[in-house]
């Protein structure tokens, strides 16, 4: 039931990969699009020039796949981009140099995602390798994916 | 014990270790600097260190070894007082004191060091009066006496020293005693010894004021006195019978005021000691560093008050005395800068001080007089501070001064009753006229302008957490709106007349720049400065008006103030009425150019012309000229009204002895009037809603205005009455644009004032529909939307997601509006919500920030509705609340995040639920549930069916929580005082459930209060050692050995023991370590004892075993055997602070 009054049109066409919010309605631990990556506001602040100025945001934002932190100042009149973020949780049925094996949810097998790199990566081989069932974390954002999270197998 | 014959190799390892840390830090490695620390810090614990400290002070030349040899000696003294001779410490102090004398030449914090030493043992000798104080008197006025600088500053020093160590404020040495001995001691000295004290000062200053030429080295022993002068003067008397707490919130204050005891009136109830500080000031007034201290000495004096006066005659000569020295002073010369706070001072002090019956009395001449010249005073320093301001200068004393005139002002003129009438309206003429002319531009005022008439203008960069003038400035603007008030006649049409003139001015500027923008349409060619001017003087001219108009009482309703009241009905016969009301109803029109202007009531012609600026604002934005406007000017308009509206409109005439007929008229019940001006109200709480929404202060400052304008049923009752209330409702209802632009806070804020409005009276056809308008649509998409099939597969599409924070969000803002009268029905509301809220739980699991917000709508239904539940209401929301926490943990268990906001997003979980536990608690401290008739009638009794009980779901939470709470998350400040304030409450609310709780739940409780205990905060340790009475109480209840309850509490035992015995700390700590060491040793009388007798025969030196042995004897002795009895745990309580006092030292040696 997707609102009408909610504009999809801008931005990618089709699937919605982001879409424009008034800077001022953005909120901290939202998400916003910095320098072209989708980003979690971590700090939200405003400020103008002189004391009948307008107001400006400053944002800060990390990138939610290479921890970048980026920063970004404009009119809180302007639009920014919002990137749709969605998070799944997937069965890992296997690993194959590299790369994960994850069931979807309509039962089809991927294998396009690789092991995270650090302590995530090497969590999911040792369990793998030990027998444990466990559900993997996906993250994607602005046509972007990657393994965030495990979770035991609860299904 | 370390002998004077290895005195050589000590000395010569400690000068070693000086020179390493006196050494530029290249020179010298860490580890070689911490050895050194090291050699320092053993050495000072070392025991009986007194005949090596005296060797070292005798032979070594380096200065820093004699600085610690000192120190070492003052620590051991205190340490070991019981065990020392009483004439071993007579000639201890005898030769620190002639050590001093006879080495003029010693550096002066080595000198200081050991002058500090002499007096802490003064100071600890006054407690078994074994140390005869007065012979040190008498030796310091034979130094003075002298005539030798050196001498008498070292003599200065002396006195110094012993003031500090007497006065327990901070300045005093830590020496591990209580508060109660620092008091005793405190009001044994000031009684007699700081009066001598003050008596030789004064003779020095008196000698000094009356030699003509002074020499530096003179002078500078002039300055130290007058230093000292000013430490006595400004003494806090210590009155008689004032317990230990009270003691210690006492010292706490700042802004001493004299108050000395009768035993004193002899020496400061004398003519000639003002006169002498006010000869002392002319003589020293250009040297800015002693102007202060003589200043500040005369500020005390005119602060003096108490049992010192014989009678109220007394005071009166003494402050006429005062009021014309001060008068003479001031009157004879330029005010240099480094005086204008002194003189602040002084004038504020005796305004505060003095009863105004006393200020009355006086020579009316003088009192005149004295009005006039602080008239003067005040513009001055007013236009000096302006001035300040614009050359951005960082000491602005200028300002201070003015901001502590207009304090006086304030405090003179609430009660100018006392005064002859009409005394004031002349200087409030002249101060409100300087005020407004110092924040005016020009050519009317002088703003920004600097001394030679030069305009500065600068725009700097404001960010959100600099404070709007309105806050920034509130004192100064509630002392200038009370001026105004007592010169309503003069001010009230100064400012409409200064407020229409601007509009009319913005107005054609506005239009002005339209015109251009269509000729040229760049929006950057317009020139601002124009405009900005106009701006601030609006801005100026609102906020005085809304200080003038009307109060703003916190939780009180809000007067017209008596004033405005007079003023208003004494031109009523001069007022026509219609023109009145014609003037108010055209804010869009040029007030002057309405036939018969100059016969409305001046009080509804200042809000019409703040009303004609909202309007030109309003027309500017319909105009599209958003870019040229001020939120700051739009943030005022706002703040204005609001302020305006709580005050006069609908005045409830009971509330006034006598009314205004325009007022009410104009605002009254049931008038025209009020129903016009709600209606504009809303009309511009729209507009400002839809244009306004980047602005979050300007649209906070609006919908605050809309909650003031339905939060009391009268209000909302004509509210409800508009067309565009409804129109406001249903369009945020359908969440269609420009509403949901506004940032999540104002949302909220919105729906709670949408609320709020449904509670108004309207017939019930109207009232369901109304709800079936503002909260059904909410409901109703809700519902539709989780409703449909495949709602789990398209939950993470971006239009369903943000429906849903839409949802959360609209949620939070109606718990926000429970008030007592409609919780029941909001409550019934939320909890079909909050049931669905836990399957979205479920849904939105990998969404931290849904999660986050899911969590915070039970944050807000607790905290705003639990206080008025009764039991089955509160039951259905700790088992709504028990399920969130037991999905929340189902979907945390076993889940792992490493993506970057994990920690963050985890931390903020954890807070929202402590706090929900928190909120639930509440009820237990707070219940309005049994007074209140909310639920009569719909309540059951229903108690023997009581499934969930608040600790259930409080435990079960915690349940979830301990295992998150790794000590990285205990970093987070807010989380970790959170946390150990949940755990606490639960000990002392619910001790009986700790025992049945799961093992390793139980564990970790423990586990915690011991982490709490022995490594945060004192503030934490506190609260654990707080939580430890109960838990023990609760085993001697039940009376079972060996529980795991039982068991923990026996290592408790030792913790506090240790803790008390061994370690320092501070006074605080020991009366809450002291309840909870009493409590466990009821219980575990034999551990205690073995716990003793570990540490007896640890002792390997005989005295201190006989003097540790005879202290735990009286410590226990009071109270054998213990029981939880309160008059004994009172007892206990008190031997254990003197137990501390003497042994607490002892053991802390290493």
């Known amino acids: 039931m997707a609102d009408p009054d909610l504009d999809f049109t801008s931005g990618d066409a089709g699937a919605s990969v982001t879409y424009p919010q008034q800077c001022s309605a953005l909120r901290k631990n939202g998400f916003v699009v910095l320098k072209g990556r989708p980003c979690k506001i971590v700090e939200m602040s405003t400020s103008k020039t002189g004391k009948h100025g307008h107001a400006k945001v400053h944002l800060v934002g990390i990138d939610m796949f290479t921890n970048k932190k980026y920063e970004d100042i404009c009119p809180s009149t302007h639009n920014m981009d919002v990137p749709n973020i969605k998070r799944n949780d997937f069965q890992l049925v296997d690993i194959n140099e590299g790369f994960l094996s994850l069931m979807m949810d309509n039962g089809d097998v991927r294998e396009d995602l690789r092991v995270p790199e650090g302590d995530l990566g090497k969590e999911i081989e040792s369990k793998h390798s030990a027998g444990e069932d466990i559900m993997v974390t996906v993250l994607s954002a602005m046509g972007e994916e990657a393994a965030v999270g495990i979770k035991a197998f609860t299904k | 014990m370390m002998a004077a014959a290895g005195a050589p190799e000590v000395i010569s390892q400690l000068e070693s270790a000086a020179k390493v840390l006196m050494a530029p830090p290249s020179m010298v490695s860490t580890e070689q600097r911490q050895h050194a620390e090291h050699i320092f810090l053993s050495f000072r614990k070392s025991k009986s260190p007194f005949a090596v400290c005296k060797h070292i002070l005798e032979t070594s030349k380096v200065d820093y070894v004699l600085f610690q040899a000192a120190t070492a000696i003052m620590e051991a003294v205190v340490r070991e007082w019981v065990l020392l001779e009483k004439n071993s410490i007579e000639s201890l102090r005898t030769f620190l004191l002639t050590y001093v004398l006879q080495r003029p030449n010693l550096q002066k914090y080595v000198r200081e060091q050991i002058l500090l030493a002499v007096a802490v043992i003064v100071k600890r000798g006054s407690l078994d009066k074994s140390i005869n104080c007065k012979s040190i008197f008498h030796e310091v006025s034979q130094l003075i006496s002298s005539g030798n600088p050196t001498v008498q500053t070292l003599a200065c020093s002396i006195l110094t020293a012993l003031l500090s160590e007497f006065s327990s404020s901070n300045k005093t040495s830590n020496i591990g005693l209580s508060m109660e001995f620092h008091g005793s001691c405190k009001r044994v000295f000031q009684e007699d010894d700081l009066r001598q004290i003050f008596v030789l000062t004064m003779e020095v200053l008196q000698e000094f004021s009356r030699r003509e030429n002074l020499n530096a080295q003179m002078s500078s022993v002039f300055q130290r006195y007058l230093a000292l002068a000013n430490q006595v003067l400004s003494w806090n008397f210590l009155p008689p019978n004032l317990g230990r707490h009270y003691i210690a919130m006492f010292e706490a204050t700042q802004n001493v005021m004299l108050k000395p005891p009768e035993s004193w009136r002899e020496a400061l109830l004398d003519h000639r000691v003002m006169d002498l500080f006010f000869t002392v000031h002319r003589k020293i007034r250009e040297d800015s560093d002693m102007a202060q201290d003589s200043l500040q000495c005369l500020a005390q004096l005119a602060s003096m008050h108490g049992p010192i006066f014989p009678d109220e005659s007394a005071q009166v000569t003494y402050l006429a005395h005062l009021v014309e020295g001060l008068l003479t002073m001031i009157n004879g010369i330029e005010i240099e800068d480094s005086e204008a706070v002194g003189i602040s001072n002084i004038i504020s002090n005796l305004i505060t001080t003095f009863p105004r019956s006393v200020l009355t009395a006086i020579p009316s001449e003088l009192f005149s007089s004295f009005i006039n010249c602080l008239t003067l005073l005040t513009c001055s320093f007013g236009r000096s501070a302006a001035l300040e301001e614009v050359l951005d200068k960082d000491d602005m004393v200028y300002m201070e001064a003015y901001d502590k005139l207009l304090e006086s002002w304030l405090t003179l003129v609430q009660e100018d009753e006392h005064f002859p009438r009409g005394c004031f309206v002349q200087p409030a003429v002249q101060v409100f006229n300087s005020y407004i002319q110092c924040h005016l531009a020009a050519p009317d005022g002088t703003r920004n302008l600097t001394a030679n008439g030069v305009a500065s203008h600068e725009e700097e960069e404001i960010n959100e957490l600099q404070e709007d003038d309105r806050e920034l400035f509130s004192d100064q603007l509630a002392s200038i709106g009370m001026l105004g008030r007592i010169a309503a006649e003069h001010c009230i049409p100064l400012l409409t007349s200064l407020l229409e003139d601007r509009v009319t001015r913005l107005h054609g500027q506005l239009q002005r720049h339209q015109q251009h923008l269509m000729a040229a349409s760049d929006p950057d060619s317009v020139d601002r400065k124009v405009l900005d001017d106009l701006y601030e003087d609006i801005h100026w001219l609102i906020l005085v008006s809304g200080y003038l108009l009307a109060d703003d009482p916190q939780g009180e309703t809000p007067l017209i103030p008596s004033e405005v009241m007079e003023y208003s009905i004494k031109h009523t016969t001069e007022v026509d009425i219609n023109t009145t009301l014609q003037i108010l109803g055209s804010p869009g029109e040029k007030a002057t150019s309405i036939p018969g202007c100059n016969r409305t009531d001046s009080v509804i012609r200042l809000l019409s012309a703040v009303l004609r600026t909202s309007e030109v604002e309003s027309r500017a934005t319909r105009a599209s000229l958003i870019e040229l406007l001020s939120p700051q000017m739009g943030k005022d308009i706002v703040w204005f009204l609001r302020r305006w509206a709580k005050t006069y409109l609908l005045v409830d005439e009971k509330l006034y002895s006598q009314i205004s007929m325009p007022l009410s008229t104009a605002f009254g019940v049931d008038t025209e009037g009020a129903q016009w001006i709600v209606g504009y109200l809303l009309e511009k709480v729209i507009n400002n809603l839809s244009v306004w929404s980047s602005e979050p202060e300007l649209a906070n400052d609006t919908v605050e205005l809309l909650v003031t304008l339905v939060e009391k049923r009268e209000r909302a009752n004509i509210v409800v009455q508009c067309e565009n209330w409804w129109n406001l409702a249903k369009q945020f209802a359908s969440r269609s644009p420009p ?59 971006e239009a369903v997601k943000q429906e849903i924070v839409a949802t959360l969000e609209a949620l939070c803002g109606i718990a926000e509006a429970t008030q007592i009268d409609n919780v029941g029905s909001l409550f019934s509301f939320l909890m079909d919500f909050l049931s669905s809220c836990i399957g979205l739980m479920e849904v939105y699991q990998n969404a931290p920030e849904t999660v986050n917000l899911i969590i915070e709508v039970f944050v807000e239904v607790a905290h705003k509705q639990i206080c008025y539940l009764g039991e089955t209401k509160s039951m259905k929301l700790y088992e709504v609340c028990l399920t969130l926490l037991q999905v929340y943990s189902k979907n945390n268990l076993g889940r792992k995040r490493l993506d970057v906001a994990a920690e963050e997003d985890q931390y903020q979980d954890l807070l929202l639920i402590m706090e929900l536990l928190t909120n639930l608690l509440s009820k237990e401290f707070i219940d309005f549930s049994d007074t209140d008739e909310v639920f009569r009638g719909q309540e059951q009794s229903s108690g023997a069916g009581r499934s969930v009980s608040a600790a259930d779901v409080v435990l079960f939470g915690v349940n979830i929580v301990l295992p998150l709470m790794s000590q990285d998350l205990l970093k987070f400040p807010s989380l970790c005082n959170q946390y150990y304030k949940l755990i606490t409450f639960i000990c002392e609310i619910f001790p009986e459930k700790i025992p049945q709780l799961p093992e390793e739940l139980f564990k970790s409780l423990m586990f915690s209060l011991e982490l709490g205990m022995t490594s945060m905060s004192s503030e934490i340790s506190q609260l ?30 030792k913790l506090v023991f240790d803790m008390l015995v061994l370690q320092k700390h501070n006074t605080e700590m020991t009366v809450a370590a002291g309840e909870a060491l009493y409590t466990l040793v009821c219980l575990h009388q034999a551990e205690y004892s073995e716990l003793v007798e570990t540490l007896l025969s640890s002792q390997r030196d005989a005295v201190i075993y006989q003097r540790l042995a005879d202290a735990f004897n009286t410590l226990t002795a009071t109270s054998t055997p213990p029981t939880m009895d309160r008059k004994q745990k009172v007892a206990f309580l008190k031997s254990l602070e003197e137990f501390v006092a003497n042994v607490g030292g002892l053991l802390c040696v290493k």
């Open chain 2, 1024 to 1053: 654990c050692l707080e939580a430890l009475s109960p838990l023990a109480e609760q085993c001697a209840k039940t009376q079972e050995k060996d529980t795991p309850l039982f068991i923990a509490t026996r290592h408790f035992l």
């Open chain 2, 739 to 797: 509403l949901h632009l506004l940032s999540s806070p104002i949302q909220r804020t919105l729906m709670k004032a949408l609320v709020l409005g449904g509670f108004a009276n309207m017939d019930s056809d109207t009232k369901q529909q109304y709800w079936a308008e503002v909260l059904h649509p909410l409901q109703q998409r809700f519902l539709n939307l989780i409703n449909q099939e495949n709602f789990a597969q398209i939950c993470q599409e």
